[in-house]
């Protein structure tokens, strides 16, 4: 089993839904989760960070199940200009963090 | 937030020679960086944590006589690609923990703009 699982997709929506991308680790001992967008050909860019609590930032909600050892990322509202790959990144603590393959999201006029 | 340049941002070369990629992080120091590598449609996946002062520490897979990492300074760290070959074509991406703290678990990583090598 992968140490970090993401559907690659792509997911293609309309403007203006809402989707939602779940993220599976199998390291129980992880200690911190984020979520990157990658824009093609260029780096990595923090989205955001996921907590036990959940946490919101505008149109974007992030979430963490420890039980099911699943995060997840919901945008509301899809842009045109959130097409890109979204990353999830799990941090098992031991300076090595991990990449899911990335899920692309391409948001359709 | 903190910046990290690397540098060049593609390179083409023929099978058999070497590549340098440079890695800065410019308004901070780093006393770790960290080599990661992409094919296309796949994971980042981390080749090597580089130690200024100190060897650096190679995933498993990784041939450290290959792949060759030089931390020179606290803001400067090298990876030469040597004797590259058409399997070695990749996007390589560096990045650096603020502050010059190792990568800590609630620390956001900063990455460097990312080198595209093809080798012919």
């Known amino acids: 089993r992968k140490e970090v699982e993401q559907d690659p997709g792509p997911f293609n929506v309309p403007e203006g839904a809402t989707v939602a991308f779940n993220c599976t680790y199998s390291?129980?001992?992880?200690?911190?989760f984020f979520w990157y967008r990658q824009d093609c050909r260029k780096e990595p860019k923090l989205l955001m960070s996921?907590?036990?609590s959940g946490n919101e930032d505008g149109r974007f909600t992030a979430q963490l199940n420890r039980a099911s050892q699943y995060i997840s990322l919901l945008i509301r509202d899809s842009k045109l200009s959130d097409s890109a790959t979204y990353l999830c990144?799990?941090?098992?603590?031991?300076?090595?963090?991990?990449f899911g393959i990335g899920t692309k999201l391409q948001v359709i006029p | 937030g903190a910046v990290v340049s690397q540098h060049p941002s593609w390179v083409i070369c023929k099978s058999g020679t070497s590549v340098k990629i440079e890695c800065r992080s410019l308004?901070?120091?780093?006393?770790?960086m960290f080599w990661y590598r992409q094919f296309p449609k796949q994971s980042l996946m981390l080749m090597a944590t580089s130690n200024e002062g100190s060897k650096a520490t190679y995933e498993q897979g990784v041939e450290k006589d290959k792949f060759l990492i030089n931390h020179a300074s606290l803001t400067l760290s090298t990876l030469t690609v040597t004797s590259a070959h058409p399997e070695d074509s990749s996007f390589y991406i560096c990045s650096a923990p603020p502050s010059g703290r190792a990568q800590s678990s609630y620390n956001e990583q900063f990455f460097g703009p990312g080198t595209r090598l093809t080798v012919l």
């Open positions: 996921v907590y036990s």
């Open positions: 308004d901070f120091q780093a006393t770790t």
């Open positions: 390291n129980s001992a992880s200690q911190s």
């Open positions: 990144v799990v941090n098992p603590g031991y300076q090595k963090v991990t």
